[in-house]
């Protein structure tokens, strides 16, 4: 599963996502959104919906908890451009 994640999230989450198993993409932070308060509900959340997510949904998440969203596009769809 490959996952974009918000440039608003701390540096701090480079450090914590290969404990996790999963590899993103990290772009630029900007927000205090930390691993330490919220990183275990992050990767139950991405691993309960990774069907979804392999098959190309986006996943929102926030303190209310998360939503789904079925992208039009399959994931075989998009282009690896590196």
Do not use: Q, Y
């Amino acid at each position: 599963m490959k996952l974009l994640v918000d440039m608003n999230l701390p540096p701090r989450w480079v450090e914590f996502w290969p404990r996790t198993g999963l590899k993103p993409h990290i772009g630029p932070p900007s927000v205090s959104v930390l691993p330490e308060s919220i990183g275990a509900d992050v990767v139950r959340v991405l691993r309960t919906h990774a069907t979804a997510l392999e098959a190309g949904a986006i996943v929102t998440i926030d303190e209310l908890g998360a939503r789904v969203a079925c992208s039009p596009f399959k994931a075989h769809n998009f282009v690896d451009s590196r």
